[in-house]
C-alpha cells in the first residue's frame, strides 16, 4: 500500500521490484486490496506498453472513494482543516480564527466539530462519509496515544487529546505534533519526496522539527523527539513558554522577539505586536539600531541550530517551512552562511538548506496524510483478520 501510494501508481512488476516482494505474491496481495475496494487499475500512458502484448499496461493506484479523511491543523490563533480522499485528492478545506490561542482540550473539541461539519457542508458531505481525522499542534506530543504532554494550543498538560476529540466526533482521531505532520506532506507532496533522509524546521509562533531517515518518520521512544526549538542554546537563559528556560525558541520564535523589542523600549501598535514581528522586521530594515540587533541576535542562533542539526545528522536535505516563511530573517543568506561556516568542514559540500513555503492549509494536508496512513494500516488488519478466517 505505501509503496503504491509513494509511486501514485504503478504496475504490478514495477511494485515487486520496489518492494523486493515476489511477483506471484504482489499478483495475489493486490488481487485482494482490489476485491476490497481499497485499490484499483488505471490505464498505463500511452509509452507505456507492454511489450509481449503490445497494449497499454495496466496500473495499480489507490482508490479514492475507499476513504474519506480530515486534516486538521491547529495554529496560534487559527483552525485549518482539509478533507482529503484515499488517493491524497483536495475535496474542500476551511479555515476560521480562533478566538482566544489557548483553550481546554474539551472546548477545542466542539470547536473542531463545528467547523469540521462547516467544511463537510460546504463540500456537500456529511460526518458519516468521514473515516477518521488527523489532528496536528504545537508541542510534545505522543503520537502512539494521541496524548498531549504539553502545547501552546491547550490550558492543561497531559490530555489524551485523540481520545477526547474522538468522543466528540464519534470518529477515529489521530493526534501528532504539527511538525511531525508537515514532513509527512513533505515525504509525499513536497520536495521531500526525492530524498531518504531530510529535516524539516518549522517556524510559525514557535519553532519545531520532523525527521525523517531511510524514508520513515522518526518521534522518538516517548514522542518527544525532533523537539529542536525546545534545544538548550543558553544555560539559565530565557524563559521559554514550555516553562524551562534557555531554549532555542525562546530566543527566535516571534513571542520572543517581541519580548525583546518590549523589553529595549520598542513601542508598536497592540494590532501588530499581538500577532506578528512584522513592526519590528520593518523598523530593523529601515535602520533602527535597537531592532536591528534584536533580529540579528535571532539569526545568530538560528545559524547556531541549523549548524548543530547538521552536526548531529548529516542530513540530505534541510527544508525551512511554515507560516512565517514569508519573513526572511531566519533564512536569508547570512544567516545561511553563518550555519555553514559552524558544522564540520570536509571535501564534500554541505547538506541543501531550501525553504518552502506554505500555509496552514498544507500543515492540515500533512495532517490529512497521516489519517490516511491510520485508516490504510486498520482496514488491512481487518482485512488480514478475514484472511485468517
Keep these: 500500500m505505501d509503496a503504491i501510494r509513494r509511486a501514485d501508481r504503478v504496475a504490478r512488476i514495477d511494485l515487486a521490484r520496489s518492494t523486493g516482494i515476489s511477483q506471484a505474491t504482489v499478483t495475489t496481495i493486490t488481487a485482494e486490496l482490489l476485491h476490497q475496494g481499497m485499490i484499483c487499475e488505471v490505464a498505463g500512458t500511452d509509452d507505456q506498453r507492454d511489450a509481449r502484448r503490445g497494449r497499454p499496461r495496466v496500473d495499480l493506484a489507490l482508490r479514492g472513494a475507499a476513504h474519506l479523511v480530515a486534516g486538521v491543523k491547529v495554529a496560534n490563533r487559527t483552525l485549518s482543516i482539509v478533507l482529503m480522499d484515499f488517493a491524497g485528492k483536495n475535496l474542500g478545506e476551511h479555515t476560521e480564527r480562533l478566538a482566544v490561542g489557548r483553550m481546554a482540550a474539551t472546548e ?5 466539530k463545528h467547523a469540521l461539519e462547516h467544511t463537510l457542508d460546504a463540500s456537500g458531505l456529511s460526518f458519516a462519509d468521514l473515516s477518521a481525522v488527523g489532528l496536528g499542534m504545537a508541542g510534545v506530543v505522543d503520537a502512539s496515544r494521541g496524548f498531549v504532554y504539553w502545547s501552546p494550543s491547550l490550558a492543561e498538560r497531559n490530555q489524551p487529546i485523540s481520545a477526547i476529540v474522538s ?40 519553532v519545531g522539527m520532523g525527521i525523517v531517515l531511510d524514508g520513515k518518520l522518526y518521534r522518538g521512544t516517548r514522542g518527544c523527539g525532533a523537539e529542536f526549538g525546545h534545544t538548550k542554546v543558553q544555560l539559565n537563559g530565557a524563559e521559554c513558554r514550555c516553562g524551562q528556560r534557555g531554549c532555542l525558541e525562546a530566543y527566535v520564535a516571534d513571542y520572543a522577539l517581541m519580548r525583546e523589542a518590549e523589553s529595549a523600549g520598542l513601542v508598536f501598535s497592540q494590532t501588530d505586536a499581538d500577532d506578528t514581528v512584522g513592526p519590528l522586521l520593518d523598523a530593523a530594515r529601515d535602520g533602527n539600531a535597537t531592532a536591528r540587533r534584536i533580529v540579528d541576535h535571532a539569526g545568530r542562533v538560528f545559524a547556531m541550530g541549523l549548524a548543530n542539526l547538521i552536526n548531529i545528522f548529516d542530513p540530505q536535505l534541510i527544508i525551512l517551512a511554515g507560516e512565517r516563511m514569508q519573513f526572511d530573517h531566519l533564512f536569508a543568506e547570512d544567516v545561511l552562511a553563518d550555519a555553514r561556516r559552524s558544522i564540520v568542514q570536509i571535501d564534500q559540500p554541505p547538506p541543501e538548506i531550501l525553504s518552502h513555503k506554505w500555509g496552514d492549509l498544507m500543515w492540515a494536508r500533512g495532517a490529512a496524510t497521516y489519517a490516511i496512513d491510520k485508516v490504510a494500516d486498520m482496514s488491512l488488519r481487518e482485512i488480514a483478520a478475514q484472511s485468517a478466517v
Design 108 to 112: 477545542l473539541a466542539v470547536i473542531l
Design 167 to 206: 468522543a466528540e466526533l464519534g470518529l477515529p482521531v489521530f493526534a501528532d505534533n504539527d511538525a511531525n505532520l508537515v514532513a509527512v506532506a513533505e515525504m509525499y507532496f513536497g520536495p521531500g519526496a526525492a530524498y531518504r533522509d531530510f529535516i524539516v524546521v518549522t517556524i510559525e509562533a514557535g
